[in-house]
């Protein structure tokens, strides 16, 4: 059964750091270009950073120079590191492969709430 499961939200204060892990189990993700996407209630979700088998990443404009995506192949896991956090990046994060055939099941997800 194929699993993906976030972990490494919390509160933090603008400006703070914090580092998401999403492990993923029942299947080798490591030939598919992942990502990790974010959702607020009542928005769509939105791909934040994505990084290919070869570690080529891209990232949304609103992330560019704050937050790194990496992945760890080994271990069939993936990583975001968020750095100068603002109040707009509150969202639950999902982690998942790009190609839609690709994906398993959608995670929990892990909250993110910026706010002093």
């Known amino acids: 059964q194929v699993q993906l499961v976030e972990s490494g939200g919390g509160l933090v204060q603008p400006g703070g750091s914090l580092r998401l892990s999403c492990a993923a189990s029942?299947?080798?993700?490591?030939?598919?270009?992942m990502a990790w996407y974010r959702q607020v209630p009542g928005n769509q979700r939105e791909l934040v950073a994505k990084?290919?088998?070869?570690?080529?990443?891209n990232y949304t404009d609103s992330v560019k120079g704050r937050f790194t995506i990496s992945r760890d192949n080994a271990k069939n896991t993936i990583y975001l590191q968020m750095n100068s956090l603002k109040p707009e990046d509150t969202a639950v994060y999902y982690c998942?492969?790009?190609?839609?055939?690709?994906?398993?099941?959608w995670g929990q997800g892990t909250l993110v709430t910026v706010s002093s």
């Open positions: 998942n492969a790009v190609t839609l055939r690709l994906r398993g099941p």
């Open positions: 029942g299947r080798n993700f490591s030939m598919n270009t």
């Open positions: 990084i290919t088998s070869a570690g080529t990443t």
